[in-house]
T-cell receptor, first 111, second 116 residues
Framework: SQQGEEDPQALSIQEGENATMNCSYK?????LQWYRQNSGRGLVHLILIRSNEREKHSGRLRVTLDTSKKSSSLLITASRAADTASYFCATVAPYNNDMRFGAGTRLTVKP | EPEVTQTPSHQVTQMGQEVILRCVPI?????FYWYRQILGQKVEFLVS????????KSEIFDDQFSVERPDGSNFTLKIRSTKLEDSAMYFC??????????????FGPGTRLTVL
């Protein structure tokens, strides 16, 4: 299927450390997006990377995309307790604009 | 900053009843979407809407579901006869351009639907 699959499923780190989450997918994409969701709340868009891009930065976030490996990673540098949330990748197909979310990585940042 | 709003935040209904979930997308956006997330599971695409008609729908979006833009601001999702398995968080989203053109979708806070 096209949908992204994140790993790890859960990640626990200390404040100040970096957090890396990975997303793999199976078919071609138009773009890939990362979202954050606090427990029981809505989805917040973090960053979008197009299929012809390899890396994007936004503040403490760095996203890479390797279309040859069909994978993406989200790096959060100098993590904070407030970064505790679930992080989802979502892939958008080029042929029907179908957007599919992965199961997410649950990140816990301990103060 | 403009945002997508949804009402109600929580809806409890009896099985077989009709529910209407409401969304107010960002005012200059043209594309509207509904997603759902069953507790502990993935966010799933339901439907996209543009120019007063459905542009795409998933296999989940069967005849029990319908969407409407009754006026210039609201976007609704109706479930005609709710089932227990419809219990989920329903998210509305909007974008200025179609997501296939690599635009950002802005999500509302969600409506938690509980079917008893």
């Amino acid at each position: 299927s096209q949908q992204g699959e994140e790993d790890p499923q859960a990640l626990s780190i200390q404040e100040g450390e970096n957090a890396t989450m990975n997303c793999s997918y199976k078919t071609s994409i138009n773009n890939l997006q990362w979202y954050r969701q606090n427990s029981g709340r809505g989805l917040v868009h973090l960053i979008l990377i197009r299929s012809n891009e390899r890396e994007k930065h936004s503040g403490r976030l760095r996203v890479t995309l390797d279309t040859s490996k069909k994978s993406s990673s989200l790096l959060i540098t100098a993590s904070r307790a407030a970064d505790t949330a679930s992080y989802f990748c979502a892939t958008v197909a080029p042929y029907n604009n179908d957007m599919r979310f992965g199961a997410g990585t649950r990140l816990t940042v301990k103060p | 900053e403009p945002e997508v709003t949804q009402t109600p935040s929580h809806q409890v209904t009896q099985m077989g009843q009709e529910v209407i979930l409401r969304c107010v997308p960002i005012s200059n956006h043209l594309y509207f979407y509904w997603y759902r997330q069953i507790l502990g599971q993935k966010v799933e695409f339901l439907v996209s809407f543009y120019n007063n008609e459905i542009s795409e729908k998933s296999e989940i979006f069967d005849d029990q579901f319908s969407v409407e833009r009754p006026d210039g601001s609201n976007f609704t999702l109706k479930i005609r006869s709710t089932k227990l398995e419809d219990s989920a968080m329903y998210f509305c989203a909007s974008s200025a351009r179609d997501r296939g053109l690599a635009d950002t979708q802005y999500f509302g806070p969600g409506t938690r639907l509980t079917v008893l």
